[in-house]
């Protein structure tokens, strides 16, 4: 079983950047398909982002695509989401969590998830 701890949240002005980091302990970490994903107050959480356990495939969602950018490191245990051109709309919690079964944008698929971090963007 994985622990999953984020961090790098914060308030931003439109247009800057964060880098979300997603700290795993408690279970190999390289064994893991990792997700990123966001839920605004009032919405549903959505799929922002997907990589596999090498980091050799990733998906993004089309709202990110092109401003986002998922990566991990599997010797440091961590994931990372580089968020650049970040826009009002960004605002949500950010939460990532891991499955050892597939590669999924659905929320369901995955066992495991860590508490979030905050991302507010100001206009």
């Known amino acids: 079983q994985v622990q999953l701890v984020e961090s790098g949240g914060g308030l931003v002005q439109a247009g800057g950047s964060l880098r979300l980091s997603c700290a795993a302990s408690g279970s190999t970490f390289s064994r893991y398909y990792m997700g990123w994903f966001r839920q605004a107050p009032g919405k549903e959480r959505e799929f922002v982002s997907r990589?596999?356990?090498?980091?050799?495939?990733?998906y993004y969602a089309r709202s990110v695509t092109g401003r986002f950018t998922i990566s991990r490191d599997n010797a440091k245990n961590t994931l990372y989401l580089q968020m650049n051109s970040l826009k009002p709309e960004d605002t949500a919690i950010y939460y990532c969590?891991?499955?050892?079964?597939?590669?999924?944008?659905?929320?369901?698929?995955?066992?495991?998830w860590g508490q979030g971090t905050q991302v507010t963007v100001s206009s």
């Open positions: 990589i596999d356990w090498n980091g050799g495939s990733t």
């Open positions: 969590a891991a499955d050892l079964q597939g590669n999924s944008y659905y929320a369901y698929d995955y066992s495991y």
